[in-house]
């Protein structure tokens, strides 16, 4: 899992969705992106789906988290966990900075 989050990390940059819309994009394109251009750029979904299908990929069970840090609750980011020895593994490249900060809200969906 940990080479998954550090081939998003090398390769992914944060771009927010344009205001108003929700875009994403499918982990093909993402892929086709970084091998074209040696990089690809979304949002905290687009990461998600990228990571959940490349732990997909490599026969690992995925889960997808959607959570707020907000005070005021509404969710607003989500990441995909891979599950490896036993142990889920946040799979979340723009979430540095809030590593040690905890959900405000938090749920997770199914594996």
Avoid at 17 to 43: K, M
Avoid at 81 to 110: C, I, N
């Amino acid at each position: 899992m940990l080479r998954i989050l550090d081939y998003l990390k090398r390769n992914l940059r944060f771009v927010p969705d344009p205001v108003g819309v929700e875009a994403i994009a499918t982990p093909s394109f993402h892929l086709l992106a970084i091998q074209r251009d040696g990089f690809s750029a979304g949002d905290c979904d687009d990461a998600a789906t990228l990571a959940g299908a490349l732990a997909r990929a490599v026969g690992a069970p995925v889960r997808l988290a959607l959570a707020s840090f907000r005070p005021d609750r509404k969710f607003h980011h989500t990441w995909a966990e891979g599950l490896a020895s036993g142990v889920w593994v946040q799979l979340d490249p723009f979430r540095a900075e809030r590593t040690a900060a905890r959900p405000t809200r938090l749920v997770y969906q199914g594996v």
